[in-house]
């Protein structure tokens, strides 16, 4: 409630906190650290920090939507996923032309529907029906062999028609229409000149990972995000599971569970920037130092957009969805639209991790087992590690993960057992132990809770100090 109130308050004022030397200091360590970092690390160690900059994009988006908004989820791998298959089948093997018209129509579908969530606020039934029938006139129209402008035409009245009964207006149902239809053609057009071409630059695929998650997450948000605490979290969680099954079964477009896809190309670095980083290194720069820059230039805007976020009118609302829904909803918050807009957001932050992820220097290989449940529990200890609601503690928490991860790798090579078991695959079971600990010893996490035991040291002993000053008095 107390959040609630404050959210009240800040909302009559409306004034935008000024940056202090509190938050513009992180920034300048960060830029300094950002610059010099590439001149001390060895190859191994870059390896580790590009690595790093990708959770730490992970952990930002989900520390958000958890840490902030107070939303639960256990599969945001998914977006992970769907960030670095879009991004990759892109550029590397474009999808084949008798499957271009169902992806097409797919795309439309959930662009139609994300409209319909969005102009007209309709759930449950009306909702089913209203897909049912864009779905069917799409079909009606695609059995008649129609032109766009015919479609779009004949999609239009029958969505107004059909809004009528649903009491959810006219216009609006056909507006959805027109959206679907229109959205299909974009992406057939988009994919058709994709496969002549042979592929599509990696910035492409970026930018298309983004759009394709942000309205997977639209859709999603909008119906699971009525639910609340262990409903939500297995919700996501079975939304992780069936991406990840789609992953390993949908053969022809991301390879399967058997093959995966291989072969992909590195981000390219425009010479303006490569020039510039190479005035920091003072030389030019190798692949790899450039990919760093590049990773951790993604890392510092998102560092940027999530501190203005939170120190926000929509900041706040996030606090006050946390703190009480039902004491937002009192003081005129719209608790629905604030938590699909993070959750979009944090899946598009975690679609740009997936790309980065997918195009790593060196590497250019995923598998579906690389965006399992696993790097869900994985994300969820980072945000815990590090401090939920605390934008920098995303960094630290993504740093000792990766760290964590670094030196079990180097004992399996070993192969040290403990207890009889190998120590090479035992990361879940290091990461849930994490997460238990955390949560019970240090339950605001990694920075601030190490933080609270120095200061309340240091008063301790400044305490003790009065104290056995007076005594000699």
């Known amino acids: 409630m107390a959040v609630a109130d404050s959210y009240a308050t800040c909302s009559i004022t409306r004034r935008r906190p000024r940056a202090d030397a509190r938050v513009l200091l992180p920034f300048a360590v960060f830029a300094i650290a950002y610059l010099v970092a590439p001149r001390f690390a060895e190859d191994k160690v870059l390896t580790s920090l590009i690595y790093i900059g990708i959770y730490v994009l992970l952990g930002l988006g989900l520390n958000l939507l958890m840490g ?35 992806i097409s129509a797919g795309i439309g579908l959930m662009a139609g529907a994300a409209a319909l969530i969005s102009l007209t606020r309709v759930s449950g039934w009306k909702l089913a029906a209203s897909v049912v029938a864009l779905l069917a006139l799409s079909l009606l129209c695609h059995a008649l062999g129609a032109g766009l402008v015919f479609t779009l035409m004949i999609v239009a009245v029958g969505m107004a028609l059909m809004g009528l009964p649903l009491r959810i207006g006219v216009w609006k149902p056909a507006a959805s229409g027109v959206i679907d239809i229109a959205a299909a053609a974009i992406c057939g057009r988009f994919l058709a000149r994709v496969l002549a071409n042979g592929g599509a630059s990696p910035w492409t695929g970026i930018v298309v990972g983004i ?34 099954i789609v992953f390993e079964k949908w053969v022809a477009v991301t390879g399967g569970s058997s093959d995966g896809i291989y072969g992909i190309p590195s981000i390219p670095i425009p010479h303006a920037m490569q ?92 598998h ?92 301790g002993a400044r305490s003790a100090a009065g104290r056995k000053g007076r005594q000699e008095q």
């Open 68 to 102: 902030y908004a107070g939303q639960i989820s256990l599969g945001h791998a998914a977006f992970f996923g769907i960030g670095a298959y879009v991004s990759a089948i892109l550029t590397l093997q474009p999808v084949q032309e008798p499957i271009i018209p169902g």
């Open 211 to 244: 759009i394709v998650t942000g309205l997977i997450a639209y859709l999603i948000g909008a119906l699971v995000l009525r639910l609340k605490g262990h409903y939500l979290a297995m919700a996501t969680l079975g939304f992780g599971v069936i991406i990840k």
């Open 275 to 366: 020039h510039f980083f190479s005035l920091f290194r003072g030389r030019a720069v190798s692949p790899k130092e450039a990919y760093y820059y590049l990773v951790w230039l993604f890392v510092f805007a998102a560092l940027v957009l999530a501190v203005n976020t939170v120190r926000s009118r929509v900041g706040r609302a996030f606090r006050a969805v946390h703190g009480s829904e039902q004491a937002a909803e009192s003081l005129g918050v719209d608790t629905e639209r604030y938590k699909v807009q993070v959750f979009v957001v944090s899946a598009a932050l975690a679609s740009i991790a997936g790309s980065l992820y997918a195009h790593n220097v060196g590497v250019g290989f995923i």
């Open 368 to 459: 579906p087992s690389e965006f399992s449940f696993d790097v869900s529990v994985m994300l969820v200890v980072i945000v815990v590690l590090g401090g939920l609601a605390s934008v920098w503690g995303a960094l630290f928490g993504a740093a000792a993960i990766q760290l964590l991860k670094d030196w079990i790798l180097a004992l399996g090579k070993r192969d040290i057992t403990v207890l009889g078991l190998a120590i090479k695959g035992l990361d879940p079971i290091v990461f849930g132990t994490i997460l238990v600990v955390v949560m019970m010893v240090l339950p605001q996490g990694l920075v601030r809770g190490l933080t609270d035991l120095a200061a309340g040291a240091i008063r």
